[in-house]
C-alpha cells in the first residue's frame, strides 16, 4: 500500500516538473517575439511625430495653423511622404480629428491629433437708455429695452432674463456654450420734480378797460402723478373797470411737496395796449380750417417740429370739431374768422358783421373753454368786395371791433396758396422770399380741403425760419397787430 503511494507522489511530483518547464519555455518564447517584434518596430516600422501635441483647442475665430511633424524610416527622413486626412471648420465649435499617415515597405503608419474648437468668450449685454434711472416712488419700472449678442450665437436678446427688484434690474445671458454674462440697472425711487403749470394764452395780458377779463386756462401736469391742473389754486383779481396792472397766481404742490409757482400779469389800459413788435418773429397763420384732409397732418407736423401756429376757423361740420379742440389742447392759438364766411352775408351792415362773428365765437368757446377775442376779417380789413354791399364798412369795422375788445391780424407775408401758387415750391419761395429780421412776420396760409401745396411746404418753411434765425410764435392778446389800411 505504502509503495504505491509513493508511486503516484512520484508521478505528481514530476508533472509538476514538467509544467513548470513548459511554461518556462513558453515564456521564454513570448519574450523573445516581443523582443523581435520590438526589434522590428524599432527598425523597420516607419514613425510619426507629431509637433505641438496630439489634442489641442482653439478659440472660435481663430485660424487653425498646422503645428507641424515629421516623419523618419531607419534613420531615414521621409515627412515628404507624409499625408493628411480631415480638416477643421473654424466657423463651427466641435472636436475634429486630423490624421497624419505614411507607408514604407507595404507599412502604413497613422498618427492622430483632436482638434477642439471651443468658445470661452461671454455674450454681451447692451441696456437702451441710462444704467441709473430715476422713477416715481409708486410706479412700476417700465423697460427702456436691450439687447444681448454673442460671438458665436448672434443675437441672444430673446434669451435674456430679466429680474426686476425694488432697487434694480438684473438682466443675464447665457450662450450656447455655457458662457454667462450680467448686467445691472439701477433704479432710485425718489420724486425731486415740480409739477409743471402752463398758462394759455400769454403771461402777459391785455385788456382795455371795460372788458371783463376772462381766464384763458391753465393746466398742470405732474412727472408721477400726472394732470393735477385740478389741484391749482389761483389767487388775485382784475378789476377790469380801472386802469392799471394785476397779477394773478397760479399755485400747485404735488405730493411730495414739490412746488411750482407762475403768475400772469394782466394789464387793463384805456387803450387797446399791444407789446412791440417782435423782429424776427414768425406767426404762422392758417385760415377757413379746419378740414379733414389737411388739418391733422399740419398739426403733426407742427408737433414734430415743436412749433406753435395761429388758425382763424371759419364754421364747418360739427364732425370736424375735434380738431379745433385739438388745435387748442396742443398750445396753439384759435382764432375767429367767420360764421359763413359769406361776404354778402357778413359785410351787409355792421349788426351782420357782429352777428356773424359772434356765432363762430360761441362755437370755439364751446369746444376751447375759452373767449377767444382774436379775429381776421374775411378778406382782410383791406378787402374792396365789402364795398359792394355796405360803403365804409370796414373803415367803421376796424375801429368798432377795438372798442368792443378785439384784436384784429392782417398779414405781412403771403404764401399765395389761394392765388397764384400752385405747388409747394411757389408757396414755399413766396413764403421765405416775405421774411425779414426786421419785423413781425404774419405769414398768410390757408388750412382748406385738400390744400397740400402748402402742407407739403410747411415743413421746409419751418426748418428754413429755424436755421436762419427766426423764432415761431402763436398770436396771443398780447402780440403786436399787423393792420392794412382799410380800402371801404
Given at each position: ?55 489641442i483647442k482653439i478659440e472660435y475665430g481663430e485660424e487653425f495653423s498646422e503645428l507641424g511633424y515629421k516623419a523618419n524610416y531607419l534613420s531615414q527622413d521621409i515627412t515628404d511622404k507624409v499625408w493628411i486626412e480631415g480638416k477643421v471648420d473654424n466657423s463651427k465649435i466641435g472636436t475634429y480629428k486630423i490624421k497624419y499617415k505614411v507607408r514604407k515597405n507595404k507599412i502604413t503608419v497613422t498618427k492622430e491629433r483632436i482638434v477642439e474648437i471651443i468658445d470661452t468668450q461671454k455674450p454681451e449685454i447692451k441696456l437702451v437708455g441710462n444704467t441709473e434711472e430715476n422713477i416715481c416712488p409708486l410706479s412700476e419700472y417700465e423697460e427702456k429695452g436691450y439687447t444681448a449678442s454673442d460671438n458665436y450665437d448672434g ?334
Amino acid at each position: 500500500m505504502s509503495e504505491n503511494i509513493e508511486y503516484v507522489e512520484k508521478k505528481v511530483k514530476k508533472k509538476l516538473v514538467l509544467k513548470k518547464k513548459t511554461i518556462s519555455i513558453i515564456g521564454i518564447i513570448l519574450i523573445s517575439f516581443l523582443f523581435l517584434f520590438s526589434l522590428f518596430y524599432i527598425f523597420f516600422v516607419p514613425k510619426i511625430t507629431l509637433e505641438g501635441g496630439t489634442h489641442i483647442k482653439i478659440e472660435y475665430g481663430e485660424e487653425f495653423s498646422e503645428l507641424g511633424y515629421k516623419a523618419n524610416y531607419l534613420s531615414q527622413d521621409i515627412t515628404d511622404k507624409v499625408w493628411i486626412e480631415g480638416k477643421v471648420d473654424n466657423s463651427k465649435i466641435g472636436t475634429y480629428k486630423i490624421k497624419y499617415k505614411v507607408r514604407k515597405n507595404k507599412i502604413t503608419v497613422t498618427k492622430e491629433r483632436i482638434v477642439e474648437i471651443i468658445d470661452t468668450q461671454k455674450p454681451e449685454i447692451k441696456l437702451v437708455g441710462n444704467t441709473e434711472e430715476n422713477i416715481c416712488p409708486l410706479s412700476e419700472y417700465e423697460e427702456k429695452g436691450y439687447t444681448a449678442s454673442d460671438n458665436y450665437d448672434g443675437d441672444l436678446t430673446s434669451k435674456v432674463l430679466v429680474d426686476i427688484k425694488d432697487s434694480e434690474v438684473i438682466y443675464t445671458v447665457t450662450d450656447s456654450s455655457g458662457n454667462s454674462t450680467s448686467s445691472t440697472r439701477k433704479i432710485n425711487r425718489i420724486d425731486e420734480i415740480a409739477p409743471v403749470i402752463t398758462l394759455k394764452g400769454s403771461s402777459n395780458y391785455y385788456i382795455t378797460v371795460g372788458t371783463k377779463y376772462e381766464e384763458p386756462g391753465y393746466s398742470a401736469l405732474d412727472n408721477c402723478e400726472g394732470d393735477v391742473t385740478n389741484q391749482v389754486k389761483v389767487e388775485g383779481t382784475v378789476d377790469y373797470k380801472t386802469a392799471g396792472k394785476y397779477n394773478i397766481t397760479y399755485t400747485v404742490e404735488d405730493s411730495k411737496k414739490n412746488k411750482t409757482t407762475v403768475t400772469r400779469v394782466v394789464t387793463v389800459s384805456n387803450e387797446v395796449v399791444t407789446s412791440s413788435p417782435i423782429k424776427g418773429a414768425i406767426y404762422l397763420t392758417f385760415d377757413d380750417g379746419p378740414s379733414a384732409t389737411i388739418t391733422p397732418k399740419l398739426l403733426d407736423i407742427l408737433k414734430e417740429k415743436n412749433v406753435k401756429a395761429t388758425f382763424f376757423v371759419i364754421n364747418h361740420s360739427s364732425s370736424l370739431d375735434y380738431l379745433i379742440k385739438r388745435e387748442y389742447d396742443e398750445g396753439h392759438t384759435v382764432a375767429l374768422h367767420s360764421m359763413t364766411h359769406n361776404y354778402s352775408t357778413v359785410y351787409s351792415s355792421m349788426d351782420a358783421y357782429f352777428e356773424d362773428l359772434e356765432k363762430i365765437q360761441a362755437k370755439v368757446e364751446e369746444i376751447t373753454g375759452q373767449k377767444s377775442q382774436i379775429i381776421r376779417f374775411p378778406g382782410g380789413s383791406s378787402n374792396t368786395i365789402s364795398r359792394n354791399y355796405c360803403k365804409g364798412i370796414m373803415t367803421n369795422l376796424t375801429k368798432e371791433v377795438l372798442n368792443r375788445g378785439y384784436h384784429y391780424f392782417d398779414w405781412n407775408v403771403s404764401s399765395g396758396d389761394a392765388g397764384d401758387a400752385k405747388t409747394s415750391q411757389e408757396v414755399y419761395n413766396n413764403v421765405i422770399n416775405g421774411l425779414s429780421k426786421n419785423k413781425a412776420n404774419v405769414v398768410l396760409m390757408h388750412d382748406f380741403e385738400s390744400n397740400y401745396k402748402t402742407l407739403n411746404a410747411i415743413s421746409d418753411i419751418i426748418d428754413y425760419g429755424k436755421a436762419n434765425g427766426y423764432q415761431f410764435l402763436a398770436i396771443d392778446m398780447s402780440t403786436a397787430m399787423v393792420k392794412h389800411s382799410p380800402n371801404n
